[in-house]
């Protein structure tokens, strides 16, 4: 077990997401930033789709009751093992009665904690991430509080050998950026019912994250879109990574969270490869949209996979020298 000194700011349970239950209502959901959710795993020498656990902005002190393999990875968070300071993206072994404290980001705003043998809280719909608008899936459908106890799965601790001094290069993690952060869209629906100059407009300004931003979505802050003509929409699909339009012409980035459909116009679709770009956007931060064509945007994330797979293989290589 892990024990909960202090929950963060909102820390969830969360994996690969829940799938096939969108026609039922209920997103995917899962981590918000996958690149590096993954590479915690990774890192920690799980299968890769094991549950960890999500800190926004303020991360939280953990007491192990076990000895295992833990890792950080996502935006800059300042962290400790009993004490002393330890690096992000880079394996670390834990034993029974270690606290491990992760603070307050510094850039980006999500940190994924991974723990050898995943966070074993039980599946629901096939998924341990936590849906807190619907109360579903990881511990009891809610954040982490103060006191609670978190379950771990068959960790291979005892049987890593040396101080795990390797861990991952800077540029797996040149993607947090500064505050102005960059994700090519592709045009969506109805893009092309928006005036002239809205299309120009959306492409061309910067868009500030506000603090009415969550797992389901942010809402951005900038000029105002408009239409060439109103009109009443009926509700279509929407995804992570959609942007709609209200009424107030202000775009309503959808995240994670978002329900399933949406009735406001879709201005544009966030290409999957700059995901976990805008999953370490914070409230201040500021979104600049890039025109990127459909079958580029299709290459740039098989790329992208490519990448990642690449990095895991060189993972697992330095985990048999360990072993």
């Given at each position: 077990?892990?024990?909960?000194?202090?929950?963060?700011?909102?820390?969830?349970?969360?994996?690969?997401?829940?799938?096939?239950?969108?026609?039922?209502?209920?997103?995917?959901?899962?981590?918000?930033?996958?690149?590096?959710?993954?590479?915690?795993?990774?890192?920690?020498?799980?299968?890769?789709?094991e549950a960890v656990l999500e800190a926004t902005m303020a991360g939280p002190t953990l007491r192990f009751r076990v000895e295992a393999v833990v890792a950080v990875c996502g935006g800059d968070f300042p962290c400790t093992l009993n004490g002393q300071p330890i690096s992000l993206w880079k394996p670390e072994i834990v034993k029974s009665g270690d606290v491990l404290e992760v603070g307050v980001c510094r850039t980006g705003f999500r940190a994924?904690?991974?723990?050898?043998?995943?966070?074993?809280?039980?599946?629901?719909?096939?998924?341990?991430?936590?849906y807190v608008p619907a109360q579903l899936g990881g511990l009891s459908g809610r954040p982490l509080q103060r006191g609670d106890a978190l379950p771990?799965?068959?960790?291979?601790?005892?049987?890593?050998i040396?101080?795990?001094?390797?861990?991952?290069?800077?540029?797996?993690?040149?993607?947090?950026?500064?505050?102005?952060?960059?994700?090519?869209?592709?045009?969506?629906?109805?893009y092309d019912e928006f005036t002239p100059a809205s299309?120009?407009?959306?492409?061309?300004?910067?868009?500030?994250?506000?603090?009415?931003?969550?797992?389901?979505g942010y809402r951005l802050s900038g000029r105002a879109l408009a239409l060439v003509r109103e009109r009443e929409m009926v509700s279509e699909?929407?995804?992570?990574?959609?942007?709609?339009?209200?009424?107030?012409?202000?775009?309503?980035?959808?995240?994670?969270?978002?329900?399933?459909?949406?009735?406001?116009?879709?201005i544009a679709q966030v290409a999957s490869v700059d995901l976990p770009i805008l999953a370490q956007?914070?409230?201040?931060?500021?979104?600049?949209?890039?025109?990127?064509e459909p079958e580029e945007a299709m290459w740039l994330y098989r790329e992208q996979q490519q990448r990642l797979a690449r990095w895991i293989a060189a993972i697992r290589r330095q985990w048999e020298g360990e072993r």
């Open positions: 077990m892990i024990d909960v000194i202090e929950a963060g700011l909102f820390t969830t349970v969360q994996d690969g997401g829940r799938f096939g239950y969108r026609h039922a209502g209920v997103p995917a959901g899962g981590a918000m930033d996958a690149w590096a959710y993954r590479l915690a795993n990774a890192l920690v020498g799980n299968n890769g789709d994924y904690i991974a723990v050898s043998g995943g966070i074993d809280v039980p599946p629901v719909m096939g998924s341990r991430s936590t771990v799965g068959v960790t291979h601790g005892r049987r890593v040396g101080r795990m001094r390797w861990g991952l290069a800077s540029a797996a993690r040149r993607y947090i950026g500064g505050k102005t952060k960059t994700v090519r869209a592709v045009p969506g629906p109805e299309r120009r407009q959306f492409f061309a300004a910067r868009y500030e994250v506000t603090t009415q931003s969550d797992r389901i699909a929407v995804v992570f990574g959609t942007v709609q339009v209200p009424a107030s012409g202000q775009p309503i980035v959808l995240m994670a969270d978002s329900q399933t459909t949406g009735g406001y116009p879709r956007a914070r409230p201040g931060d500021f979104i600049q949209f890039q025109p990127i």
